[in-house]
């Protein structure tokens, strides 16, 4: 038998050193990806859950159909592009009461719209839904793009409002998704009205106005 040198005796005990410290450290590792793997599989369920959760509560399929069938429920007017409920027949409501105005491109106004035999120069207004209470943004009453006021022929006055998507503050969204009665107050610098229920028939058509913008959006 061949004779092993000192220095290869030594090169062979430090390599079977290095080759086991290498096994272990491999299944150390090992052992931590599949105990991470674990967690890793539990993130990406989380993920979805949470992509449920704000995925778009109103997303739906329409077919071409339904599509005509809704837009023939509005007026449009091809000066301002912009599409008119027909129950509101292009005229403010002798009520007060919510309306909503929906542009070709899917781009909305929701108008609060105050009717009484004395003005109160209303700057927002709060909708109540359930226990839930949403806020609008204060509009600016001088500017007549934001603040129209008239007078009906019987002397009562209209005080119309123009909130934009994002001034809505989400009430127009929350309209959308609303299940029972909705109720709102007009509130101005000195005096507010008390909460009212909407009329069932402007709340349909209300929410008929989001799903038209929802698939103006879409591209429909």
Wanted: one cysteine or more; hydrophobic letters at 35%.
């Amino acid at each position: 038998m061949r004779k092993m040198s000192t220095r290869t005796f030594q090169w062979q005990t430090h390599y079977n050193l290095l080759l086991g410290i290498a096994i272990i450290l491999a299944v150390f590792v090992s052992m931590s990806v599949v105990s991470c793997g674990g967690g890793g599989a539990s993130t990406a369920e989380e993920e979805t859950a949470v992509e449920e959760e704000v995925a778009d509560p109103n997303a739906f399929s329409m077919t071409e159909d339904d599509i005509q069938a809704l837009k023939d429920k509005f007026f449009f007017d091809e000066a301002t592009g912009f599409y008119n409920h027909k129950h509101w027949n292009k005229s403010w409501p002798k009520r007060r009461t919510l309306t909503a105005e929906v542009q070709q491109n899917g781009y909305f106004f929701v108008c609060s719209n105050f009717y009484g035999n004395k003005g109160i120069k209303h700057k927002k207004v709060v909708v109540k839904i359930g226990e839930e209470k949403l806020e609008s943004e204060e509009i600016d009453i001088k500017n007549e793009n934001e603040h129209r006021t008239d007078k009906a022929d019987n002397n009562y006055v209209y005080e119309v409002n123009y909130y934009t998507k994002y001034r809505d503050k989400g009430i127009f969204d929350a309209i959308a998704k609303s299940t029972g009665n909705v109720q709102v107050s007009f509130v101005g610098d000195r005096s507010s009205t008390e909460f009212e229920d909407l009329p069932a028939s402007d709340l349909v058509a209300l929410k008929e106005c989001h799903r038209l913008s929802l698939v103006l959006r879409a591209g429909g």
